[in-house]
T-cell receptor, first 117, second 115 residues
């Protein structure tokens, strides 16, 4: 159980276009999902917390108008990178929070590699 | 601000031997928890082990165990009987309830396993 999927797994887009990444919890409901960004050979950096039915909470330094997050249902959160530029190329990972064995845990998706040309 | 430090960018271990990965953290919170995650080349994050700060007993999961020193704010991971499949990036992470369970990750340690 506790499987999280991401779609697409890899996307290439042209500079100036927008791209949407989906994060789904397949066998559980998640009121809270998280979006991370990982540059090559670096750690995961939290971008934002996505809460079902409310606005996302962005970490300091993350442009909320550039990285639009929508959490419209208990199993789906989307990240839209608007007007993408080459510097937005990165690996984006989502996680979904679930109550497991008396505590909250995060279950991670397999990630989405974004390349902006 | 909460920080997580992994001072070993790379480690190497002989197959079947034991290796310990270090992690220290800084926090003023009392209700927090710590994790070790494994990230293999597929980049899928896999939870290795979890430790609640209020628990004095060190967590253990099969070949993986931690040495949690709360006063020293240290949380090391010991891998026993290392296997080739253990080769990966290992991230130490910290979270606390009043933040909504957000996680702060360390910079990672790349573990190589020599056959």
């Amino acid at each position: 159980g506790a499987v999280v999927s991401q779609h697409p797994s890899w996307v290439i887009c042209k500079s100036g276009t927008s791209v949407k990444i989906e994060c789904r919890s397949l066998d559980f409901q998640a009121t809270t999902m998280f979006w991370y960004r990982q540059f090559p050979k670096q750690s995961l950096m939290l971008m934002a917390t996505s809460n079902e039915g409310s606005k996302a909470t962005y970490e300091q330094g993350v442009e909320k108008d550039k990285f639009l997050i929508n959490h419209a249902s208990l199993t789906l959160s989307t990240l839209t990178v608007t007007s993408a530029h080459p510097e937005d190329s990165s690996f984006y990972i989502c996680s979904a929070r679930a109550w497991t064995s008396g505590a909250y845990e995060q279950y991670f998706g397999p990630g989405t590699r974004l390349t902006v040309t | 601000a909460q920080t997580v430090t992994q001072s070993q960018p790379e480690m190497s271990v002989q197959e079947a031997e034991t290796v310990t990965l270090s992690c220290t953290y800084d926090t003023s919170e009392s209700d927090y928890y710590l994790f070790w995650y494994k990230q293999p080349p597929s980049r899928q994050m896999i939870l290795v082990i979890r430790q609640e700060a209020y628990k004095q007993q060190n967590a253990t999961e099969n070949r993986f165990s931690v040495n949690f020193q709360k006063a020293a704010k240290s949380f090391s991971l010991k891998i026993s009987d290392s296997q080739l499949g253990d080769a990966a990036m290992y991230f130490c992470a910290y979270g606390y309830r009043s933040s909504g369970d957000k996680l702060t990750f360390g910079t990672g340690t790349r573990l190589a396993v020599r056959p």
